[in-house]
Structure formats: structure tokens, C-alpha cells
């Protein structure tokens, strides 16, 4: 079973909506990472939770971290086709520099 | 500033053949990270540097496999020979140092195809 797991697996949402990602570990957070993957452009990193309760934006996206259910959710809001890609949780379990990764969500936006 | 830089960024060869992946981290970070990306397994952790040495390869799969670090700046994965099953994505990525917490910054990737 993963230790990371990503719901849901794949969206797709009209342009507008919003919509939400998330990304529940089986293990202590130590730290959780939200990246973005387009095809030919690698991880583009987005943001970095490491405390309970914790909650950044990058534009129109926010991330949360819930340290007591070891869960982290990702929400954009008013989702545009920009927004499209894959979307990936990174954890460090261990306190230490080995990530695990959830599996990716891939987002659709249609226009 | 110049994020991770790897090439090739596509790389399709034979069976058998020789493939090394080059990788140049983000200046003044000092840890580097080779990882594989695959539809099966997700992404991988194959081997990490810290100041240049090894620390750890417990991913690298097999010995047809092997990594260095010359230097600060450079990086190869080096597959020999190849196989079909290795075919992947091949990330590098670095952060500023091995502490906890850190943030790694990958690079655009290398698609390998083995035919």
C-alpha cells in the first residue's frame, strides 16, 4: 500500500470551479511539499507545510496541513486552464532528506 | 536565477547501449538527488550526494547503474548496459543542504526510451 496516498486521481473541472486535492500520509509528517508537474517541465515546486494548522497561498491555490490526521489538502480556487497538470504531494516521514511521493492527480480545466 | 539544468532532455537509444544523464544543481545547494519517474512505481529516489559524496544509493536498482559528483556543479547517472525496463524519466533535484526540511528543486527531467 502507498504511504502517501493522493485523492482523487484524476479531475476535470469547468473553468471557474473550485476545487479541492488531497494527500494523507501513513506516517509522521515532518514536512509536506505540493508540486506541479507539466509535461517537459519537471516538479515545479509550489509550497512547503511543516506545522499543524499551517496554511500558505501561491496565487489562487492553498494548502493546508492537518498534522493530527497526517493530511495535507490543496484547493484552487476559481480553477483557470492554466491551473492544468499534475499535481504531486511530497512527504518527509523519516526527518530526514527522503521524500516519498503520492501517485500525482491529474487535473483537467476545460475552458 | 538557473533552476536544476539536465540533458539531454530526451535521450532514445538501443538495448545494450551506454546512456549517461548529466545534471547541473542549483549554485550553492549542496545536496543533489537522482530520481526515477515511472507510470508503475511513481517517483523513485535513486541515489543522494551531500557535499558531493554518496550518502546514500540503497535506490540505485541494479549495478548496471552507477552515479557521480565530481564537483559541486555536475552530476552524471550512467546505465550500462541498458535495458528496455529502464525506460523513464530521470530527475535530478537539489536543495540547499540535507537538513530537515528542505526543499528540493528538481530539474525538467530526461525522458529515456530503451528500445
Known amino acids: 500500500s502507498q504511504e502517501l496516498e493522493q485523492s482523487p486521481q484524476s479531475l476535470i473541472v469547468q473553468e471557474g470551479k473550485n476545487l479541492t486535492i488531497n494527500c494523507t500520509s501513513s506516517?509522521?509528517?515532518?514536512?509536506l511539499y505540493w508540486y506541479k508537474q507539466k509535461y517537459g517541465e519537471g516538479l515545479i515546486f509550489l509550497m512547503m507545510?511543516?506545522?499543524?494548522?499551517e496554511e500558505k497561498s501561491h496565487e489562487k491555490i492553498t494548502a493546508k496541513l492537518d498534522e493530527k490526521k497526517q493530511q495535507s489538502s490543496l484547493h484552487i480556487t476559481a480553477s483557470q486552464p492554466s491551473h492544468a497538470g499534475i499535481y504531486l504531494c511530497g512527504a518527509d516521514t523519516s526527518g530526514t532528506y527522503k521524500y516519498i511521493f503520492g501517485t500525482g492527480t491529474r487535473l483537467k480545466v476545460l475552458a | 536565477d538557473a533552476g536544476v539544468i539536465q540533458s539531454p532532455r530526451h535521450e532514445v537509444t538501443e538495448m545494450g547501449q551506454e546512456v549517461t544523464l548529466r545534471c547541473k544543481p542549483i549554485?550553492?545547494?549542496?545536496?543533489l538527488f537522482w530520481y526515477r519517474q515511472t507510470m508503475m512505481r511513481g517517483l523513485e529516489l535513486l541515489i543522494y550526494f551531500n557535499n558531493n559524496v554518496p550518502i546514500d544509493d540503497s535506490g540505485m536498482p541494479e549495478d548496471r547503474f552507477s552515479a557521480k559528483m565530481p564537483n559541486a556543479s555536475f552530476s552524471t547517472l550512467k546505465i550500462q548496459p541498458s535495458e528496455p525496463r529502464d525506460s523513464a524519466v530521470y530527475f535530478c533535484?537539489?536543495?540547499?543542504?540535507?537538513?530537515?526540511?528542505?526543499?528540493?528543486?528538481f530539474g525538467p527531467g530526461t525522458r529515456l526510451l530503451v528500445l
Open positions: 549554485s550553492g545547494h549542496n545536496s
Open positions: 507545510l511543516q506545522k499543524g494548522g
Open positions: 533535484a537539489s536543495s540547499l543542504s540535507s537538513g530537515i526540511r528542505e526543499t528540493q528543486y
Open positions: 506516517k509522521t509528517l515532518y514536512g
